[in-house]
């Protein structure tokens, strides 16, 4: 959806507003609270991964959350900049590999 050309590239939530002037910190202050509730639907998901054992007990989920938002605002620089799809989208499997790499990684 960030590449798709039918529409501005990039997420609206991480590239509008991020220097707004003091006369607009209300857009600002809305903008963080969509990001956040975004970081919630990271952790509900996280956290079900964990109740449903695709995750183990031991995963540190507020580090999952960091990983995968900070990426997700990547990808939208990354779109805003016309970075081919293709290339996101081997970042992206590059990304989720991580996600079986820590499963292995934490049964240790």
Not at 16 to 33: G, R, Y
Not at 46 to 68: H, K, Q, W
């Amino acid at each position: 959806m960030q590449t798709d050309k039918s529409h501005p590239l990039g997420c609206l939530l991480v590239l509008t507003a991020v220097n707004c002037s003091p006369e607009q910190k209300h857009i600002t202050e809305m903008l963080v609270k969509e990001r956040e509730r975004r970081r919630g639907w990271l952790k509900d998901c996280i956290e079900r991964a964990v109740a449903n054992g695709e995750l183990p007990d031991s995963t540190n989920i507020s580090m999952l959350i960091v990983l995968f938002d900070t990426f997700l605002q990547g990808i939208s620089t990354q779109a805003w900049d016309a970075v081919p799809y293709e290339n996101i989208d081997k970042a992206i499997t590059q990304l989720m590999q991580t996600w079986d790499l820590y499963i292995d990684f934490s049964s240790i």
